[in-house]
Structure formats: structure tokens, C-alpha cells
T-cell receptor, first 113, second 111 residues
Framework: KQEVTQIPAALSVPEGENLVLNCSFTDSAIYNLQWFRQDPGKGLTSLLLIQSSQREQTSGRLNASLDKSSGRSTLYIAASQPGDSATYLCAVRPSSGTYKYIFGTGTRLKVLA | ETGVTQSPTHLIKTRGQQVTLRCSSQSGHNTVSWYQQALGQGPQFIFQYYREEENGRGNFPPRFSGLQFPNYSSELNVNALELDDSALYLC??????????FGPGTRLTVL
């Protein structure tokens, strides 16, 4: 059974710092992995999607990597800003079965001005 | 191209009641998935509909049911509400196997 874990559960950093969020999953048979941002009480905003054949994806100050064999992904945020404060969720789509995502419990990020 | 919309935004019900949540898919999308997100947790997959047929179900009891209409909009129905059903309910739509797009969610509170 696929399980997704995110560490740390919460993180507080000063503005301008570079930071790394971690995601691990137990079954390497994935179709893709996606990182989402969620503001309090709101829906999900897709940040980066990495296909199983890819090693990383970049968008602006965000870079996500994928190591399928070790069951790990990282989300790197460069030069963090107070506007980056949110919960970041990692989700994997299994390579077989119903098209669905299995989510981690998220990392709650606070960037201090 | 319109995005995924959900209604209502917020809803308060009492234990034992029934509730219907609605999702309007993005234009051209024929697949809808529903997720439940309890406070402090990641979303959990409830079920998926593809061309009006249920196409997979997560670990939720039968009192969670759904419908997809010919225009591919969808409903999530929950009977005999329990306190633990309080959550944010998210729907996501896609065209076949392509990228899923999530709606803003409906916040359900059960008292």
C-alpha cells in the first residue's frame, strides 16, 4: 500500500533563506509526483509535476527533484518570501489502477519578514 | 476556458442529516475525482467518475455516493452525517488520463 510522508511537518524560516521540503513514498511504481500549495481554508494550487521518467522540474524559484528508486522527492524554494507561507503537499499517482493521487500530510511553512 | 468550480463554499449540517455537494468540471473534461481533507491532513481519495460511471473508490463507506451528469458535472452525496465527516471536500477534473485540476473546495461542518 502506497504511503506518502512529508518531513518536517512545520517549518519557520527568516525571509531570504533557501529551504528544502522533503517527501518520501513507499512504492516506487508511480506514474508521476506532484507538489501543491494550499493556503489556509483554500483549494490546491499545482506547483510542479514530475513524470516518473524525469529527475527534476523547475518553475521560477521552485525546483522539484525525484528519485524514484529511493522513493524520495524534494522541493527546493530559493530566496523565500513571506508570500511563500502556506502548506505544501506532495502527492503521488500510482502507475496502475484508478487515476488518483495519494497525498502526504503536508509541510506548514512560515516565512518571517 | 473556465476552471473547476464547487458549490456551496461553506455548509453547516447536523449529525444524521444528508448533504449534496456539487462540482462543475473544467470545459472538455470527462473525469471527476472527489477527495476529503480533514483538518491538518492531506486529501483522501473518495471516488472517481468517468463518463458517468464510477471508476474507482477509496476506503469510504457506502453512505458516500456520487453522480456524474452528461455534461460531466458531478455531485457528492453523504447520508447519515457523522461528526468526523467535517472536512474540506475537493473535486478534481481531467480529460481522460491528463492532468487533474482541483476546485476550491466545499467546507462542510457537521454539528
Amino acid at each position: 500500500k502506497q504511503e506518502v510522508t512529508q518531513i518536517p511537518a512545520a517549518l519557520s524560516v527568516p525571509e531570504g533563506e533557501n529551504l528544502v521540503l522533503n517527501c518520501s513514498f513507499t512504492d516506487s511504481a508511480i506514474y508521476n509526483l506532484q507538489w501543491f500549495r494550499q493556503d489556509p481554508g483554500k483549494g490546491l494550487t499545482s506547483l510542479l509535476l514530475i513524470q516518473s521518467s524525469q529527475r527534476e522540474q523547475t518553475s521560477g524559484r521552485l525546483n522539484a527533484s525525484l528519485d524514484k528508486s529511493s522513493g524520495r522527492s524534494t522541493l527546493y524554494i530559493a530566496a523565500s518570501q513571506p508570500g511563500d507561507s502556506a502548506t505544501y503537499l506532495c502527492a503521488v499517482r500510482p502507475s496502475s489502477g484508478t487515476y488518483k493521487y495519494i497525498f502526504g500530510t503536508g509541510t506548514r511553512l512560515k516565512v518571517l519578514a | 476556458e473556465t476552471g473547476v468550480t464547487q458549490s456551496p463554499t461553506h455548509l453547516i449540517k447536523t449529525r444524521g442529516q444528508q448533504v449534496t455537494l456539487r462540482c462543475s468540471s473544467q470545459s472538455g473534461h470527462n473525469t471527476v475525482s472527489w477527495y476529503q481533507q480533514a483538518l491538518g491532513q492531506g486529501p483522501q481519495f473518495i471516488f472517481q467518475y468517468y463518463r458517468e460511471e464510477e471508476n474507482g473508490r477509496g476506503n469510504f463507506p457506502p453512505r458516500f455516493s456520487g453522480l456524474q451528469f452528461p455534461n460531466y458535472s458531478s455531485e457528492l452525496n453523504v447520508n447519515a452525517l457523522e461528526l468526523d465527516d467535517s472536512a474540506l471536500y475537493l473535486c478534481a477534473s481531467s480529460r481522460d488520463d491528463d492532468t487533474q485540476y482541483f476546485g476550491p473546495g466545499t467546507r462542510l461542518t457537521v454539528l
